[in-house]
């Protein structure tokens, strides 16, 4: 509820020399609790070590997002749309399509599947069916809060308005993968160069609401720094 919104982000406002620790915990499991774009919310703020102090903000990189999958029936039925968009079936796609997600997040959930075309593996990132109005939600219920914190002028050092225009924009490329797609071939122009792979996008594919690319074992980086 707003309720709970204001009364968990007014722990994160209060006079610098009281944050601690176990109040970013709090911070991080209310934002855990809420998932969307909160999260997104969290994860921004958790580079801001110059606001909140590097033990705050390491706190709150830890944020998870513990989104419930969406039933596999729904999900399917986005790709087959989303396919004949594109001119294809999702039969004539894929021979194999994994109905466990690898990976479930707010607004997207992602499936290993295997091309028809050539039979190589690749994961399928495709959106939440409702994903666009739950967004819609955690959107006017941060609008809300912003305001509020602007007309009680609670610290105005921490730019609350660049911050909520940044959890917007993030979330919007959340909810158009064909901004990924972009920044993904961006990426893997650039570190070619480098001799760094990065995974291949299947363009055919990929829609506002679907994005394929190939899948690759290895470690993540998350892992490595942990």
């Not at 809060?145 to 993030?170: C, I, N, S, T, Y």
């Not at 480098?194 to 980086?221: A, D, F, K, N």
Request: glycine fraction near 4%; proline fraction near 3%.
């Amino acid at each position: 509820t707003l309720r709970e919104v204001i009364r968990g982000v007014l722990s994160l406002i209060r006079g610098k020399r009281e944050r601690t620790v176990a109040q970013a915990r709090e911070m991080r499991e209310f934002a855990e609790r809420l998932g969307g774009m909160w999260v997104t919310l969290m994860r921004l703020a958790s580079v801001r070590t110059d606001l909140l102090g590097a033990a705050y903000c390491r706190e709150l990189a830890l944020t998870r997002d513990l989104a419930a999958p969406s039933p596999f029936a729904e999900i399917r039925k986005v790709v087959e749309a989303d396919m004949l968009k594109v001119g294809t079936t999702f039969e004539e796609t894929f021979v194999e399509f994994d109905e466990t997600p690898l990976n479930v997040r707010s607004f997207t959930q992602v499936h290993r599947a295997r091309l028809a075309k050539n039979n190589r593996e690749v994961l399928v990132r495709v959106r939440s069916p409702d994903a666009p109005q739950r967004a819609q939600t955690d959107w006017r219920y941060l609008r809300v809060l912003l305001f509020f914190l602007r007309q009680l002028d609670l610290e105005p050092h921490l730019r609350w308005d660049d911050l909520g225009f940044e959890v917007k924009k993030a979330t919007d490329d959340c909810l158009d993968l064909r901004t990924e797609v972009e920044e993904l071939r961006r990426i893997r122009k650039v570190l070619r160069k480098r001799r760094i792979y990065v995974p291949m996008i299947y363009r055919r594919y990929c829609t506002e609401r679907v994005l394929v690319q190939e899948y690759i074992q290895g470690v993540s980086v998350s892992d490595l720094v942990l």
